[in-house]
C-alpha cells in the first residue's frame, strides 16, 4: 500500500484506535489490581443514555453536549450505584451490575424510541463505534502530514483521543507511587498522608475520562475490552508493576494495529467480500492475547492470593 | 449511648505526660455502625519503651491503632504525637498493617516493598537512587531477608511476608512504630527475629506499640501494657497493670481454659 492510499485512509483510524486502547489500558491496569476493572464496563455503559438525551434536548451531535451528557450520565450512575449498595445493603459489584445493565438498556430504549435518523447516532454506532469513517481525505500522502491545510482537515477524535491519552498519560507518571501504594497498601499509604479515597475516586474519574473519549471515537466494545484485557494479559507476563503497565501497553497497541489490519484484510484473505468491524476485531484481539497470555505467560500462578474458603 | 457522652467523658489535653508521649490519645469513640468499637478511650503512650496492646477478639485493639493513625475516621476524640497532631508528625511514624489486610498477589518484589518506606522521603518524582536502594537492602538484612530482595512478595512464606513489612517499616526511620499483630500465624524463628529487631529500636531510644494477642509471651516482650475491650481497662508496666484482675476485667468470661492455664504459668 502507498502513502497515497495508507495516510488518508488507514492512518488517523489506526492512531486514533491506538490512542484508545492506550489511554483505556493504562488506568485499567489499577481497576484491575484494584477488583474495580467492572467499573470501566460500568461507564461505558452508562454514559449512552446521557448521549442520547444530550441529543434529544439539543438536537445535534455536537461534542460539547455529548460530552456533559456523558459525564451527567456517568455521575448519576455513580450516585445510584452509592444507594443501591447501601439501602440495599450489598456488595458493590452487584449494585454497579443493576446500575449499569439497567441504563444502559434505557439509552437502547431511548435511541430506539426517538427519531434519530437524520443524524449518525445509533446502537450499532454505540457498540462499535465509527472507526472506519474517520478517515483523513484532505491527506494525498505522507507530505500531508506538513501541510497546515491538510492538518486543518484531520478527524477531530484525533486531537481528542491525543489529548486524552496526554492527560491519562500524565496522571499516571505523576501519582505513579500514590497510586501503586495505596492500590497495595491502602492502610499504610493513609500513614504516608496519602488521602486514598480521593485518589481513588482521581483515579476512577480518569478512567471515565477516557472511556468517554474513546466511546465517541471507536465504542463501547474497545473500551471494554482495553481496560481489562490488556492488563489482565500483563500482569501474567511479570511480578512487577512497572513492566506490567509496559506489557500492558504493548498490548494495547498490537491489539489496535492487528485488529484494524485484520477487520481489513482478514475477510478478504479468508475469500470473503466485505470487510468486518475494525473495534469489533481489536476487542477481539486483545481477547486473544489475554488467552494466549493465560496459557503460556511465565506469571500465571496466583500464589500470593488470599486463601478461599 | 450519645455522641456528647462520649465527648464529655474524654479528658482535655492538658493533663500530665501529653506534651512529651509520643503518642497521646484522648476521649477517642470510634464506630463502624451503630455500635462504637472504641468508646472514649484516653492512652499515654511512655516513650523509649515497648507497649502491648492487649484484648478480646473484637475489643477494638487494631480500631484503636488505625484511629490513632488517621486510617479510620473517629466519632470523636483527639490523637497528639509528640505533643502535636498527628498530620504535622508523620513523617516520625513508622506502621506495620496486618498481614492478612493485604493482596499478596500483587506484583511487586521483595526490595520494591521496602523502598515504599522511602516514598514520603522521595515524593513524586525523585529518582531511586543507589543511596536509597543500599538503605533498603540494609533494613532488610536487619530482618535477615536480604537473600529475598528480587523474590515476588507472594512466593514468600507468612513469616517472610512479615518480615519483609518490618523491614518497609525500618526504612521508614521513625521515632515511633506502631505494629498490629506482627506475631499472628508466624514461624518461631520470624517471632525471633521480629521480636530482636524490636528491641534493637528500643535500645536506639525509640518507642514501639505492638496489638498482641499472646497472652503467654506479653510478660518476656513488653514494658507496659494497655488492655482494652471497647473501653480502656488499664494502663500502665506489665507487673501493675497485667494482673489476674485486670485480665479478668478485660476478657471477662470469653477467655479460654486453655489460655487461663497459658496466663497461670506465665504469671508464676
Known sequence: ?????????????????????????????????????????????????????????????????????????????????????????????????????????????????????????DVEHALYGNLESLIWLDATGWASLLDPQALGGLPP???????????????????????????????????????TPALGLALVIVAAVAAVAAFDAVGSIIVIAMFICPPAAARMMTDRLETQVGWSVLFAVIAAVSGYVLAGYGPLWLGARDAVSAAGMIATMSGVILALAALFGPCRSRTGAPQQG | MTLELATAQGQTLTDSGIETSPLAIRGLTVSYGQKPAVFSVDMTVQPGAMTAIIGPNGAGKSTLLKAALGIVKPLSGQVQVFGQPLEQQRARIAYVPQRASIDWDFPTRVIDVVLMGLYRELGLLRRIRGGHRKRAMECLARVGMQDFAKRQIGQLSGGQQQRVFLARALAQAADIYLLDEPFAGVDAATEKAIISVLKSLRAEGKTVVVVHHDLATVADYFDNVFLINTRKIAEGPVAEAFTADTLQAAYGGRLATAQVDQLARALG
Open chain 1, 1 to 121: 500500500m502507498t502513502g497515497a492510499e495508507f495516510v488518508p485512509l488507514s492512518l488517523t483510524p489506526l492512531l486514533i484506535g491506538i490512542f484508545a486502547a492506550v489511554a483505556c489500558a493504562l488506568p485499567g491496569n489499577f481497576l484491575v489490581l484494584r477488583r474495580q476493572a467492572l467499573i470501566g464496563d460500568a461507564i461505558s455503559h452508562v454514559v449512552l443514555p446521557g448521549i442520547v438525551v444530550a441529543f434529544l434536548i439539543t438536537g445535534t451531535i455536537a461534542t460539547l453536549p455529548m460530552m456533559l451528557g456523558a459525564a451527567g450520565a456517568a455521575i448519576l450512575a455513580v450516585i445510584l450505584i452509592e444507594a443501591i449498595r447501601r439501602l440495599g445493603r450489598i456488595e458493590p459489584g452487584a449494585a454497579m451490575g443493576v446500575v449499569f445493565t439497567t441504563m444502559f438498556a434505557a439509552g437502547v430504549l431511548l435511541l430506539e424510541q426517538s427519531d434519530t435518523s437524520s443524524v449518525h447516532l
Open chain 1, 157 to 195: 477524535e484525533l486531537p481528542r483521543m491525543a489529548v486524552t491519552l496526554l492527560a491519562v498519560l500524565l496522571f499516571t507518571l505523576v501519582l505513579w507511587r500514590p497510586l501503586k501504594l495505596s492500590t497495595f497498601d491502602e492502610g499504610f499509604a493513609r500513614t504516608m498522608g496519602i488521602h
